[in-house]
């Protein structure tokens, strides 16, 4: 038996209620973790607020339990397994856009999405760097190349941050935004110029924008646009490719659209692996909560006022 927090319905953090289960079974080319350390994502807030979140991706799940991120122990390797053995350290996003089920003492998750964690890093920062850091990666790698001048919006975010680092390696020219309060924190990442959108306007600021990172949609969105150069790109996380196609149709300039939703994968957590043990990236923790406050971690998330990631440990 494990201990996990089984949603009961969708609705508020309250709705989050620790149960006592079964461990979950392996099947082939899976590992069972032994969980230390949980991300919190702004995805997990809002799927478990919303019934049709639940529907989309819990059909006919008997315990629903929500989240992707997590870091631990390998407890036990299924048939097949190659790259993990018992007792090693490992971290990844598991089963996204899908069922995770890492809100648990234990975890069955695939061998191909799960990198070893670093010696230097502890299970807090592996766990940090998992959906926001992979969806980070996934937006830039193939598309920044130095030299281009990229726009990285709400900069002190979760993919925000990670996103600076990973522009800043790729040898980019980075302008980010965010509060005035959060000048220094970005500027620490590596931005080469900040942008305090309480107190001024990108559009007035900024033009020939080669890559452009939005991660809030609407305004901010067709404002990212307007800063483009000819043949300049947009990846918008929360906007839908219906959206996004006919914002590209009515703009006079050629530029690229891109919708985004990131996936597990394994090749990507080895390249954050990496990240990870020369210093490219460093995650910054906002807050941790203990297992049995997983509600107040989800209610932190939701305030939104969060510089980098929520942490909840076993």
Known sequence: MMKAFVLEKAGPAENLKIKEIDKPPLKEGEILVAVKAISINPADVKIRAAEEGIKSMYAGAENIILGWDIAGTVEEVGSGVTHFKKGDKV????????QGNAYA??????ENQMA???DNVSFEEAAATTLAALTALQVLENRVK?????????GSGGVGHFAIQIAKYYGAYVI??????????VMSLGADEHIDYQK???VDILS???FVLDGIGGKVLEDSIKVLKEGGTIISLPTSKKVLEEMEAKTEKKIHTIPLLVHSDRA????????LADGTLEPTIFKTFPFDEMQEAHKEVEAGRTVGKIIVTL
């Open 116 to 118: 070893k964690i670093p």
């Open 200 to 202: 001024q306007n990108f």
């Open 176 to 185: 980010t935004t965010a509060s005035g309060n959060n000048r220094e924190f």
């Open 268 to 275: 990507g957590m080895v390249t954050l692996s990496q990240f």
């Open 208 to 210: 020939d924008i080669d």
């Open 146 to 154: 130095k030299g281009d001048r990229v726009l990285i919006q709400a």
């Open 105 to 110: 003492e234990y975890v069955a998750a695939p």
């Open 91 to 98: 971290f990844g996003m598991v089963n996204f856009p899908g």
